[in-house]
């Protein structure tokens, strides 16, 4: 069983880098993509957001893999099918 406060946790960090992602759309709310690539800072703003959600997303994975006593698996592309 994955350890409960700690997903919970996660998730709590999650929902705020997703709450700031929107905030920062919520500022921008006319900005096209010709000015999104041409605005380095809104890009790095959103790279960080991003890649802060990713790394929680991967996390709470971490946790519940950790929990349910799976083994890593060899060939990440064996699992996913897209």
Known sequence: M?????????????QLYLHHL??????????????????IEIQWQVERGLQLAIDCAIDIGKEVIAAGGWQKPIHIKKYLSF
């Open 22 to 39: 929107a905030k920062l759309r919520e500022k921008n709310p006319q900005l096209s993509k010709h000015q999104f690539i041409e605005d």
């Open 2 to 14: 994955p350890n409960k406060a700690i997903v919970l946790k996660l998730i709590k960090q999650l």
